[in-house]
Structure formats: C-alpha cells, structure tokens
C-alpha cells in the first residue's frame, strides 16, 4: 500500500465509499461520525499503528482503542484496505454473527483490541494498556481515538487526571471534534471548552489542527512521539458527515443510514473526486 500522504487521502475517499456501502446494506449505524473519523484513522493506522495481518496478536505491537465505537465502520474500511479482514466481508457489517458489529467487540475481531460503545470508556482502557507497557517494560504505544460527545462524560476525566500523574508519555490520544453528538451540537449539552486549556493544566501535551488535512494529522502524530513524561492529546477539528455535501454537519446524520436514493447520491458525489 502506498503510505505517501496523496495516495492517503485519495485512499480515505475510497473508505468513504466503503462506508457508506455498508451502512446502506446494513440498514443502520452512524455516517456522521465515521465520515468525520476516516481521514484520522487513515493516517493512524497505516503510518502509526502500522497494523498488518501478520502483527494483529503481535504482543509488541501498536495498540488503537477506538473509544467512540460507533464510528467503527472507519475501522472496519481500514481494516480491509489493509488486508486484515476481506474487503467482501464489509457489507456484513451488523448482520447476525457477522464479526462486524455496530460496535467494535474484540470478541469477534481481535483486530479492533477492545470493546467499546459505552461511550467513555475507552480511555480509561488505553490507559491500561498504557501502564501495562510501562510495567513491562516494552516500547509499543497505545492511542486513543474519542469522540466529543463521550468526552462529556465523568470517567473521561478521571482518566485525563491520572494519566499525567502516571507519566504515561506512550499514551497518545486524538479527539475527533466534530461538535455534533446524537442530541444536537455538543456544546450546548455540555460545553468542553476551553478543552485545550484545561488539558494542559492537567499536564498534557496539546495539539489542535484540522483533523482533514493530511499534512497535519500526519504532524501531529509525529510531534508525539517523543517521550519526556507526559501523555499526548491531539484535538482534531473534524466536520461532522466530512465529503457527504448533505450529510456534512447536521447532526441528523449521527446514527441513520442512507436510504436508496440518499445512497446513490452520496456515492455519486464521492466517486467524482476520484476522477
């Protein structure tokens, strides 16, 4: 696979078509989330995580927690632009005994390391894996991948004050900020900001960038890298519905699959940009 930045981006529209595909057949899940994620992940899991199907149960290797489980289509498409699932076996996603769960479930998919979907979790996991890396002694990072939504919620910030207190500078978490959640602009339910300030009083390293453009994630991944006692904490500034015309930013489009026609067109406009 080409992990050049171009041959990236033109990869994650692909994805976008993947996703799309599989929320269309399946008949339910989240476009919202999974559009605004896939650039991230794209980057992430090819040039970072560097996941392939021969290290998926390599006890060394990089660990992705994909806190905001409902974006897990993003994954899922990943997953098999890298071949470590078929990609045929993407229009299975929520069919029974299907291993492609609305949600990630390790259970079914060692690939997606933990399971998730009740939302504020997934931190506090990463930061287990975390520590266990420390305790033994070994080099793999642990990221982290939340929602803004989530990031509302109390265990989330139970986690963001010990992680620093625990000097877990192999801890790397991105924020998908695509300022929407099911029950309208997150903001006004509860509002996060100033977020990048209160994280670094927490001791955090932060960084905030555009979560689209690929020079920039692909920065900001890189920029944490480096140890020096503090965990990592990249806010991403994402469109909700990102490369959708229709579906970018209302909140509507959280957690409801396009119908035929709204498929057709949403394909239409992605397959274009392609050309």
């Known amino acids: 696979m080409d992990l050049t930045l171009p041959a990236l981006q033109r990869s994650a529209q692909e994805m976008r078509i993947d996703i799309v595909k599989m929320l269309h057949a399946a008949g339910s899940g989240h476009p919202g989330g999974s559009l605004s994620l896939i650039d991230i992940l794209t980057v992430l899991m090819t040039r970072y995580v560097k996941r392939t199907p021969e290290n998926v149960e390599d006890p060394d290797r990089h660990r992705m927690v994909l806190s905001k489980g409902h974006g897990v289509p993003a994954?899922?498409?990943?997953?098999?632009?890298?071949?470590?699932?078929?990609?045929?076996?993407l229009l299975t996603l929520r069919h029974v005994d299907s291993r492609l769960q609305g949600h990630p479930h390790n259970g079914s998919l060692f690939a997606a390391e933990a399971s998730t979907g009740s939302l504020g979790q997934g931190l506090s996991i990463a930061q287990g894996m975390a520590m266990t890396a420390k305790l033994d002694s070994k080099e793999y990072k642990v990221y982290c991948v939340m929602g803004d939504g989530e990031t509302q919620e109390g265990q989330v910030w139970e986690a963001l004050l010990s992680a620093p207190m625990y000097k877990l500078d192999n801890l790397i978490v991105v924020l998908d900020y695509n300022k929407g959640q099911i029950d309208g602009p997150t903001n006004d339910i509860v509002n996060l900001e100033p977020l990048a300030d209160k994280l670094r009083a927490f001791n955090w390293d932060v960084q905030e960038i555009d979560g689209h453009d690929f020079e920039a994630i692909d920065g900001a991944l890189a920029n944490a890298q480096g140890y020096g006692g503090r965990p990592h904490f990249i806010i991403a500034h994402t469109v909700k519905g990102k490369g959708v015309s229709f579906m970018e930013h209302p909140t509507e489009w959280h957690g409801k699959a396009p119908n035929d026609e709204q498929a057709a067109a949403a394909l239409k406009e992605l397959e274009a940009t392609l050309n």
Not at 78 to 83: D, E, H, N, S
């Open 75 to 89: 994954l899922y498409a990943v997953l098999a632009k890298l071949g470590v699932i078929p990609h045929e076996e």
